[in-house]
T-cell receptor, first 113, second 114 residues
């Protein structure tokens, strides 16, 4: 059974810092990996999708990398801002269950001015 | 272009009651998945509908059932509600077919069972 772990569980940093959020998964037979942002009590906003054949994806100040063989992904946030404060969730789709996402518990990020 | 929509936004029910949640997928999407997110946890997969049939199911009891309509919208039904069913219920949709695609989530329905 696929298990997804995110480290750290919470992170509090001053504005302007560069951040790295970590995600690991136990079954490397994945189709893709997706990073989401979730504001308190709200739905999920997709940030980046990395297909299994790709190594990284970039969108603005966000960069996500994927090392499928080692079961790891990192989300890099450059020059963090207070508006980046949210919970960041990592999800993998894979194994024998196309279309089903397995989520980690998330990293709760607080960026203070 | 409307994204994924869900109704209602919030719902309060009593133990033992039944509830129906609704989801309309993003335009052009035909696959709908439902997830349950308890407080402080990541979302857990309930089931997925494609071509009006349940394609796969997570580890949830039969009290959880669903339906997909010809216009691709979907309902999630939960019978005999338990306190532990209190959670944010999320609907996600993706592009047509059986390939792996990016999933788009709705704002969720917050269910409170008292």
């Amino acid at each position: 059974k696929q298990e997804v772990t995110q480290i750290p569980a919470a992170l509090s940093v001053p504005e302007g810092e560069n951040l790295v959020l970590n995600c690991s998964f136990t079954d490397s037979a994945i189709y893709n990996l997706q990073w989401f942002r979730q504001d308190p009590g709200k739905g999920l906003t997709s940030l980046l999708l990395i297909q299994s054949s790709q190594r990284e994806q970039t969108s603005g100040r966000l960069n996500a990398s994927l090392d499928k063989s080692s079961g790891r992904s990192t989300l890099y946030i450059a020059a963090s801002q207070p508006g980046d404060s949210a919970t960041y969730l990592c999800a993998v789709e894979g194994g024998s269950t196309l279309g089903r996402l397995y989520f980690g518990r998330g990293t709760q990020l607080t960026v203070w001015p | 272009d409307a994204g994924v929509t869900q109704s209602p936004t919030h719902l309060i029910k009593t133990r033992g009651q039944q509830v129906t949640l609704r989801c309309s997928p993003k335009s052009g999407h035909d696959t709908v998945s439902w997830y349950q997110q308890a407080l402080g946890q990541g979302p857990q997969f309930i089931f997925q509908y494609y071509e009006e049939e349940e394609r796969q199911r997570g580890n949830f009891p039969d009290r959880f059932s669903g339906h997909q309509f010809p216009n691709y919208s979907s309902e999630l039904n939960v019978n005999a509600l338990l306190l532990g069913d209190s959670a944010l219920y999320l609907c996600a949709s993706s592009l047509p077919g059986l390939r792996s695609y990016e999933q788009y989530f709705g704002p969720g329905t917050r269910l409170t069972v008292t």
